[in-house]
């Protein structure tokens, strides 16, 4: 079983929800476990990539996070566990610009900003250990 660093993978999920869908990419080889960038917007990214990055089944696609639930979905069920007196009003936030911004601003005020940050980072780390375990991948603590 070929191995990946944890902190390579989360920085490549970082990198591709940087962006909106699609314009930024990365991908694990599941042969070395070597971890490729690529950008619509900065070529210097694509210098030493494979040909076959984007059509061959032997590297694994890091997904943005919203495609894993990490995004809209992961705010709102934090407020249902944490605050679900506020979650109409949280549902609100993301029905406009600067959602983000409102929640932090939100749960701040409410004291919990700390266990968002907690919940969060324990969300993206099982999402990204779970999509490696089903594509074959070990993770390795960086």
Known sequence: MVAVKYDELFTALEFVSSAAPLEHDAYVSIDTGEVYWISEFNDDLDEEVPNDLETSDRYLAIPHKNELGLGRDLA????????????????????????????????ERKGVLERWYTFE??????????????NGLRVLES
Request: aromatic share 14%; glycine share 4%.
């Open 76 to 107: 709102l069920r934090f407020i249902a566990e944490e605050l679900p007196e506020c979650y109409e009003e949280v549902e609100g936030f993301f029905r406009r610009r600067g959602a983000y911004a409102s929640f932090k601003d939100l749960l």
């Open 121 to 134: 980072a324990d969300s993206v780390e099982r999402a990204l250990r779970q999509r490696c375990a089903e």
